[in-house]
């Protein structure tokens, strides 16, 4: 999808309908606008169905303040002005009420953005602002001042959050960012204290550089490389929606039976991913014009040393991400059918996927086909993308179930005469 020259209207319609559908703000709640080239601002209605909301219903308001629409605009409007006012390179702005940010906001806390490393890099410095009346002027020159003093995170105490960027998709993934933290976080705290990065690993991440890859003429896709292109964005689609990752963050791949393999490219949008839009690799050579994930060297090495392994999935689901930034240990030994699909799930230190990813692919195999990276991600291999997408779904519904279960009472794990009597039934 080409978002960026898309009408500042439909913009703003297709970003408020993620942010309802992935139940990030309700019917009434919400708000978000972008300033034009022409000094034009394009807002969100008042009182308007936020689920249901058309091109016709957006709101423009011009450089002299005249305001053009069916309807009126946010109450909010006075804030956003503000925030245009200060800061004359912020041309989109979201400001909506997700339950998890809200929970910060009451208890007057900023989410610790430093529990993965590119949620820092994304979202920047967050900050407070204090609270003030919704729709009024002294909340206006509250929000405002805090931007004024360069930041584009903004926590409202009490009310939820204000991000600003150069354009909606840069405020929508550093919202859907920080709200990714904010769920991580409160989950993570529910198994122990949390570990955030050291300053030493976020600067070694803040330095990854995109793997040196000769390139190759790919050519017309072969009837093989087009289903697997198509099936895995159908998969990619469904992690997304599931909010197994964000927007531009997440990496799957897929073996062709030349030994080539298909990987997703970075930093484009996930949820309207398309089958041209997959990067071929080839040894070391790139499908030429296209910019593969980061990970790539691991994905490569990892089907070089497993022949049995056609399909692996780096992802963020905010449960058994939990198991990454705290010392708590992911046991599979939870129902029979997570112990099948997972067995053993190994807890590999930060940097293995991108700083070792020999050493790392080792660590995988058919018999342990799933790893917890602290503080970065978690792998599944399959011997399919479906088999591959299944573990990782097990692997985050498990994860929520434990958690869940720790407010309840005492885990008990399926008994050692058990899991022996499911490796002879399963053939483990």
Same mark, same amino acid.
């Given at each position: 999808?080409?978002?960026?020259?898309?009408?500042?209207? /439909? #913009?703003?319609?297709?970003?408020?309908?993620?942010? +309802? /559908?992935?139940?990030?703000?309700?019917?009434?709640?919400?708000?978000?606008?972008?300033?034009?080239?022409?000094?034009?601002?394009?807002?969100? $209605?008042?009182?308007? !169905?936020?689920?249901?909301?058309?091109?016709?219903?957006?709101?423009?308001?011009?450089?002299?303040?005249?305001?053009?629409?069916?309807?009126?605009?946010?109450?909010?409007?006075?804030?956003?002005?503000?925030?245009?006012?200060?800061?004359?390179?912020?041309?989109?702005?979201?400001?909506?009420?997700?339950?998890?940010?809200?929970?910060?906001?009451?208890?007057?806390?900023? $989410? @610790? *953005?430093?529990?993965?490393?590119?949620?820092?890099?994304?979202?920047?410095?967050?900050?407070?602002?204090?609270?003030?009346?919704?729709?009024?002027? @002294?909340?206006? @020159?509250?929000?405002?001042?805090?931007?004024?003093?360069?930041?584009?995170?903004?926590? %409202?105490?009490?009310?939820?959050?204000?991000?600003?960027?150069?354009?909606?998709?840069?405020?929508?993934?550093?919202? &859907?960012?920080?709200?990714?933290?904010?769920?991580?976080?409160?989950?993570?705290?529910?198994?122990?204290?949390?570990?955030?990065?050291?300053?030493?690993?976020?600067?070694?991440?803040?330095?990854?550089?995109?793997?040196?890859? &000769?390139?190759? !003429?790919?050519?017309?896709?072969?009837? &093989?490389?087009?289903?697997?292109?198509?099936?895995?964005?159908?998969?990619?689609?469904?992690?997304?929606?599931?909010?197994?990752?964000?927007? *531009? #963050?997440?990496?799957?791949?897929?073996?062709?039976?030349?030994?080539?393999?298909?990987?997703?490219?970075?930093?484009? !949008?996930?949820?309207? %991913?398309?089958?041209? !839009?997959?990067?071929?690799?080839?040894?070391?050579?790139?499908?030429?014009?296209?910019? $593969?994930?980061?990970?790539? %060297?691991?994905?490569?090495?990892?089907?070089? #040393?497993?022949? @049995?392994?056609?399909?692996?999935?780096?992802?963020?689901?905010?449960?058994?991400?939990?198991?990454?930034?705290?010392?708590?240990?992911? /046991?599979?030994?939870?129902?029979?059918?997570?112990?099948?699909?997972?067995?053993?799930?190994?807890?590999?230190?930060?940097?293995?996927?991108?700083?070792?990813?020999?050493?790392?692919?080792?660590?995988?195999? $058919?018999?342990?086909?799933?790893?917890?990276? &602290?503080? /970065?991600?978690?792998?599944?291999?399959? =011997?399919?993308?479906? =088999?591959?997408?299944?573990?990782?779904?097990?692997?985050? +519904?498990?994860?929520?179930?434990?958690?869940?279960?720790?407010?309840?009472?005492?885990?008990?794990?399926?008994?050692?005469? #058990?899991?022996?009597?499911?490796?002879?039934?399963?053939?483990?």
């Amino acid at each position: 999808m080409m978002f960026d020259i898309m009408h500042p209207a /439909d #913009q703003l319609v297709t970003i408020m309908e993620r942010i +309802y /559908d992935y139940g990030m703000t309700t019917t009434s709640g919400g708000n978000l606008s972008i300033r034009d080239s022409d000094g034009n601002v394009w807002i969100t $209605p008042g009182g308007v !169905d936020k689920g249901s909301l058309r091109r016709q219903d957006i709101i423009r308001v011009s450089p002299d303040g005249a305001v053009s629409g069916i309807h009126k605009p946010s109450v909010e409007l006075p804030f956003h002005l503000s925030v245009y006012k200060m800061r004359p390179d912020i041309r989109a702005i979201v400001h909506a009420h997700p339950p998890s940010l809200v929970a910060f906001s009451i208890v007057r806390r900023l $989410p @610790e *953005t430093l529990l993965v490393p590119n949620a820092r890099m994304v979202c920047g410095e967050v900050r407070f602002a204090p609270y003030g009346l919704p729709g009024s002027a @002294e909340l206006g @020159e509250k929000i405002g001042r805090v931007f004024a003093e360069g930041v584009n995170t903004v926590m %409202l105490e009490n009310h939820g959050v204000v991000i600003g960027a150069g354009d909606m998709f840069g405020a929508f993934r550093a919202f &859907e960012t920080l709200d990714f933290c904010a769920r991580l976080e409160i989950n993570a705290r529910r198994l122990g204290a949390i570990r955030p990065l050291s300053a030493k690993n976020f600067e070694l991440y803040r330095s990854r550089s995109h793997v040196p890859l &000769e390139e190759f !003429d790919a050519g017309d896709y072969g009837s &093989e490389e087009r289903l697997y292109r198509s099936e895995m964005c159908g998969l990619i689609h469904r992690a997304y929606n599931q909010r197994l990752f964000n927007s *531009t #963050q997440g990496t799957f791949s897929r073996r062709l039976s030349d030994g080539s393999f298909i990987i997703t490219p970075y930093y484009l !949008d996930r949820k309207y %991913l398309e089958p041209q !839009d997959l990067v071929r690799i080839k040894g070391r050579a790139k499908e030429r014009g296209k910019l $593969p994930s980061r990970s790539v %060297l691991l994905h490569e090495a990892v089907y070089r #040393q497993h022949p @049995e392994i056609n399909s692996i999935i780096l992802a963020h689901p905010p449960n058994i991400m939990a198991f990454a930034v705290t010392d708590a240990v992911f /046991d599979a030994r939870l129902i029979p059918e997570s112990y099948i699909l997972l067995n053993t799930v190994q807890k590999l230190p930060f940097g293995s996927s991108h700083l070792q990813p020999e050493l790392t692919a080792k660590e995988l195999s $058919p018999k342990n086909p799933v790893a917890i990276v &602290e503080n /970065d991600c978690v792998i599944a291999t399959g =011997n399919d993308l479906l =088999n591959a997408f299944d573990r990782l779904e097990v692997m985050e +519904y498990s994860a929520k179930s434990v958690i869940s279960a720790r407010m309840l009472g005492d885990i008990v794990n399926i008994s050692p005469a #058990q899991v022996e009597e499911i490796r002879t039934a399963f053939n483990l």
